[in-house]
């Protein structure tokens, strides 16, 4: 398949000779990169501690969210292209780092950062107290989970939500199974520091919590966590946050220590961040360097560490991050990586086109229809199973719908000075009032400004007697009804076409 793709790209790119390069690490970054490789003639080659590939993909987000499927579906058209995937293979067990290092040409760290961080509280350590995305990875694998009947969750994050949500789903169903599930036998609280307004969860998250029946606390900070004589949890002593954060915008929270409240519980799970865990680096890996603990200092335009042929990419190169970043820094890295091996550098060529649409206009009322939501399973149905998935996605009507409200940016209106008779008619027919005619000396700006000035007029024009139009991106809606009103068709509605290529640099 990698070749086939290769045959239909126009490059001036030679090929690698199947060098091999190693990825620790099955996640977006890993894949990323090892996706990029195979299509650059080297061979890849990930080693990933899990059963299964896509990293905290597959093990992290829940499948309510994420259907197993759609990653399987994936992961398959990037083995398709000749990379091998080695899972339940843990460097520093199965093989050991200094051994990749021999034996592959280039090796990218990409293990993400997986670990659940502490918080150092007092009762924190012993049993009844997880990691969230311990917990998950649990739930993902079908491992079991050891948790009880009234759980609090410590975090305000989207990892703090789905660990709540997970749990909540976990035992509605294990309680369902059991035929015992009555009233109030269960219970799931959210406890975040931050304020409702204030925390980093998305707002989609919060909602569909609140409408299974997540209870949420907020402002509240932990201070202990009370354990019984045997040492089991029975709850945790929490303090009022008056400011999470300073003027600057910084993690500076102020505590009110006379306003305290202890929950009661059985289980409490740590969602406040995540941590990387590279105790493989001890065998073969003793000449990176570590910017800080667990975190090797590296180079952020080539992704290099300081160990000659060893890259990362992913939460290591730029701390947790979303899904996307993971992806481009994979990428990034397999430049480099191709790079290092083969001596070639590789850039981005990007060429604008612009096309010019004839006769342009949009439908009636576009710019007056109301967002569809997407359609999600209802709250009751979505407890039912663990692996339900919420949103259910747009029938082809509200898809229809919902793309028609799309303003396409990449259509916009293009004013040719020669032409314009300065009428004034663009301005007076534009519903969104996004354009003005003014005299050139009413504008100030940087030099550019003036720079084009000088090249369309020459030396030293009388500003007064020389006009400009200005448009605000932000509040046009392409309607066309400038270019219909023009008449001296000094108005085009264009398309605007980017079009990237790698080249040798």
């Known amino acids: 398949m990698a070749a086939l793709l290769r045959a239909a790209v126009r490059s001036d790119i030679r090929l690698g000779k199947g060098e091999p390069v190693a990825m620790v690490g099955a996640g977006p970054a890993g894949l990323a990169a090892a996706h990029d490789l195979a299509l650059l003639g080297l061979r890849p080659v990930v080693f990933e501690t899990e059963p299964v590939a896509a990293g905290m993909l597959a093990v992290g987000v829940p499948a309510y969210r994420l259907p197993r499927e759609l990653i399987r579906r994936e992961v398959a058209v990037i083995e398709a292209l000749g990379v091998e995937i080695r899972c339940n293979t843990t460097v520093g067990k199965e093989i050991s780092f200094a051994q990749l290092r021999r034996e592959f040409a280039a090796v990218i760290l990409a293990v993400g950062a997986k670990s659940s961080r502490a918080l150092g509280l007092p009762g924190e350590r012993g049993p009844g107290v997880y990691g969230g995305v311990d917990l998950l990875r649990a739930a993902a694998l079908g491992e079991p989970l050891n948790i009880g009947r009234d759980v609090v969750v410590i975090g305000g994050g989207n990892v703090a939500y789905d660990v709540a949500r997970t749990v909540l789903r976990q035992v509605a169903y294990d309680t369902a199974r059991t035929a015992a599930r009555l009233p109030g036998t269960w219970r799931v609280r959210l406890v975040s520091l931050e304020s409702l307004e204030e925390m980093p969860a998305d707002t989609i998250e919060i909602l569909e919590g609140d409408e299974e029946g997540i209870e949420r606390r907020n402002g509240w900070g932990p201070l202990e966590i ?45 969602a406040i961040g995540q941590a990387p865990s590279l105790p493989f680096l001890d065998a073969g890996g003793e000449d990176i360097e570590m910017a800080r603990p667990g975190w090797p200092k590296v180079d952020p335009a080539t992704l290099a560490t300081t160990a000659p042929g060893v890259f990362v990419a992913g939460d290591l190169a730029h701390g947790t991050r979303l899904l996307i970043d993971a992806v481009a820094s994979g990428k990034a890295a397999a430049r480099s990586v191709f790079e290092y ?165």
């Not at 946050?241 to 289980?267: G, K, M, N």
């Not at 939501?373 to 029938?395: F, H, I, Q």
């Open 226 to 270: 009370q354990r019984s004589a045997d040492g089991r949890v029975q709850g945790v002593v929490f303090r009022r946050c008056l400011r999470v954060y300073d003027e600057q915008r910084r993690f500076a929270p102020v505590y009110e220590d006379s306003v305290r409240e202890t929950i009661p519980c059985d289980t409490v799970l740590l």
């Open 341 to 505: 091996i083969t001596g070639q550098r590789i850039r981005s060529e990007i060429v604008e086109t612009h096309r010019v649409l004839e006769r342009y206009q949009r439908e009636r009322g576009y710019e007056a229809l109301r967002r569809v939501p997407a359609p999600a399973l209802p709250p009751e149905k979505r407890l039912e199973s663990p692996d339900a998935v919420v949103e259910l996605g747009y029938t082809r009507e509200q898809a229809v719908l919902e793309a028609s409200r799309c303003l396409d940016c990449g259509v916009s209106p293009v004013f040719d000075g020669a032409r314009c008779v300065l009428c004034g008619g663009c301005a007076d027919v534009c519903p969104t009032q996004c354009l003005k005619l003014v005299a050139l000396d009413s504008l100030s700006g940087r030099e550019d400004l003036a720079a084009a000035i000088e090249s369309l007029l020459g030396g030293e024009p009388d500003l007064s007697e020389n006009s400009a139009i200005l448009k605000d991106e932000q509040r046009c809606i392409r309607c066309a009804l400038c270019a219909m009103r023009c008449p001296a068709d000094a108005i085009t509605m264009e398309r605007v076409i980017f079009e990237s290529n790698w080249r040798r640099a």
